[in-house]
């Protein structure tokens, strides 16, 4: 098939470059000059493993191309909408101008029976905004696909999903009913566009509407809701002696829960989880839905108190004092195997550092350039030996595996002062502490507290 691609960031860029792959003609748009010169070339202007790789090909074999220009998404049977939503700057929704903008730009070049379908993150009640923007093309198809991908394996994620979900107009019962052309057609298309995935057995499930613009959202509330709960826990370990890693460890082990997302931390960040909690919860307030309006507050209240948690933690390393300590910052970026520092929760507490008057080192394999313009008044080294070097504190923000992987006994050679706060919990204590080092992490019961069973009583 012969497909546009609409807004070339995250989404579309791996959208484009996969859809490529699997043998499709693929032309993917954005107004970004810069953006399209770097991908045309075969250069993602930005970190994710096996994207270069897939550019490279699309562009030898010819069936991936880039362009300003909404024209040459003309004679496209399928335009997927891929722009960003992100958070209203006056509000927890979603911002949908970009989404707009691109819909009537693209409308002109649509041509008869085409189909645009949507896989950007939206709230409820967006499919149907588009369809009023297409209502004098009654020939056009509209659907929506929304997507499901984690940065750092979002290649993977795109070419061997948990499922495919196609919202279609009527739902499930008017895809496969006779006479429902639009609802069908629609299903075909992504049927074909899919065609490799389902012979795969990747399963599809088709719905209506509400419920495909709901599922990202929905899920990822989910796991924002088994990071901040086991954050919550990981505080009760603190105070009372327990340890929150074995407690997730056997957490997991039960299926019904699974240990996924189920590792404290300093909080989740990004460019998704945040902004979908909130969209959810502007959603659920704008219908009446309390119940869901203040659970999200709660997560998003655990979330950021768990940041500031992690700072409390290196005050207390530091005897009570920041102001003046050498502390050392590893990680940028807000999870390994991506360079995106978007509510980061590893520059948060870097800045709450430098707040608190410390002299603040951080370092990154692939996130430096990006939180350097982002944070100029932060210090930033590209070399983890350098940035380790005459370190009263060093805390580990961001699990990279070779952060995960220092040798104790090299890193003491460097810093001032063997102390380290594990916030992220994935350094072998035994062995540091071995080394010479005072090692803390989150939940791990570091300040245990008197319990009796008087006190219980």
Not at 183 to 198: I, K, N
Not at 419 to 426: C, E, H, Q, S, Y
Request: hydrophobic share 45%; glycine share 12%.
């Amino acid at each position: 098939m012969k497909i546009s691609v609409i807004g070339c960031g995250y989404l579309g860029a791996v959208h484009a470059a996969t859809l490529a792959s699997m043998g499709h003609t693929v032309v993917g748009i954005d107004v970004d000059p810069a953006k399209v010169e770097n991908l045309g070339g075969g250069d993602a202007p930005f970190f994710e493993p096996g994207l270069d790789e897939l550019l490279e090909d699309g562009r030898a074999t010819g069936r991936l191309t880039f362009s300003t220009d909404f024209a040459d998404a003309a004679g496209a049977q399928l335009h997927f909408l891929c722009v960003g939503t992100p958070q209203s700057k006056t509000s927890g929704g979603a911002d949908l101008s970009y989404l707009v903008s691109a819909t009537e730009s693209l409308l002109p070049h649509l041509g008869r029976g085409a189909a645009v379908v949507g896989k950007s993150t939206v709230p409820v009640g967006t499919v149907d905004m588009i369809g009023r923007i297409l209502a004098g093309r009654p020939d056009v198809l509209l659907g929506w696909n929304p997507e499901f991908l984690r940065q750092g394996t979002a290649v993977k994620d795109t070419l061997v999903p948990d499922r495919l979900v196609y919202g279609v107009p009527g739902g499930k019962d008017a895809a496969f009913a006779p006479g429902s052309g639009a609802s069908q057609g629609v299903t075909a298309l992504l049927d074909t566009v899919y065609a490799p995935l389902l012979f795969a057995g990747i399963p599809r499930l088709v719905c209506n509407f509400a419920t495909a613009e709901l599922i990202k959202s929905a899920s990822n509330a989910f796991l924002a809701t088994k990071v901040s709960f086991i954050n919550a826990m990981s505080e009760l370990c603190d105070v009372s002696g327990a340890d929150v890693s074995e407690l997730s460890e056997a957490m997991g082990l039960d299926p019904r829960i699974g240990n996924r997302y189920l590792h404290a931390g300093p909080g989740f960040g990004g460019g998704c989880l945040p902004k979908d909690i909130r969209s959810l919860r502007t959603q659920a307030a704008h219908h009446g839905v309390e119940a869901l309006d203040e659970w999200m507050g709660l997560v998003d209240l655990v979330n950021s108190g768990q940041r500031r948690r992690t700072v409390e933690a290196a005050r207390e390393l530091c005897s009570g004092h920041l102001a003046g300590r050498t502390v050392t910052v590893l990680g940028a970026a807000f999870k390994p195997d991506t360079d995106d520092i978007r509510d980061s929760p590893a520059l948060d507490v870097a800045l709450q550092l430098a707040a608190a008057g410390a002299h603040v080192t951080v370092t990154d394999p692939k996130a430096i350039n990006n939180a350097w313009m982002r944070y100029p008044q932060l210090r930033f080294e590209p070399s983890t030996k350098r940035a380790l070097e005459d370190a009263e504190l060093v805390l580990l923000l961001t699990e990279w595996d070779e952060y995960r992987s220092l040798s104790p006994a090299a890193v003491g050679q460097l810093v001032r002062r063997r102390t380290v706060l594990d916030a992220r919990n994935v350094l072998d204590t035994a062995d540091w502490e071995a080394a010479g080092w005072e090692v803390r992490g989150l939940g791990t019961g570091a300040r245990p507290a008197a319990v009796s069973a008087a006190s219980l009583g």
